[in-house]
């Protein structure tokens, strides 16, 4: 079935790092733009980062120059490389892939999640 899961999530403390991997099945990896998303209690989703089939990037601005988004298209998989954690970098943290149909809709599939604690 289709699906994306995520996996690499855990408690790590402040100044640590993880990397995050959301694994596709059933689809065409390489013409999808990937995203990480997170959301923390109390607070509305909010992108991360995104990379797409051509391999741009984009960031938010919370998460510059500590976290790093990467694809590797043989294994179906997209990482996210998450350095100089925070606390307010708490959060679930979601994988969704997204691309334009040929009837110019939208396909967007959202992965379960993957709790990541930053904390001492």
């Known amino acids: 079935q289709v699906q994306l899961v995520e996996s690499g999530g855990g408690l790590v403390q402040p100044g640590g790092s993880l990397r995050l991997s959301c694994a596709a099945s059933?689809?065409?990896?390489?013409?999808?733009?990937m995203g990480w998303y997170r959301q923390a209690p109390g607070k509305q989703r909010e992108l991360v980062a995104g990379i797409t089939s051509g391999g741009s990037t984009n960031y938010a601005d919370s998460v510059k120059g500590r976290f790093t988004i990467s694809r590797d298209n043989a294994k179906n998989t997209v990482y996210l490389q998450m350095n100089s954690l925070k606390p307010e970098d708490t959060a679930v943290y979601y994988c969704?892939?997204?691309?334009?149909?040929?009837?110019?809709?939208?396909?967007?599939?959202w992965g379960q999640g993957t709790q990541v604690t930053v904390s001492s």
């Open positions: 969704k892939a997204e691309t334009v149909r040929v009837d110019s809709t939208k396909y967007v599939l």
């Open positions: 059933r689809i065409i990896f390489s013409i999808y733009t």
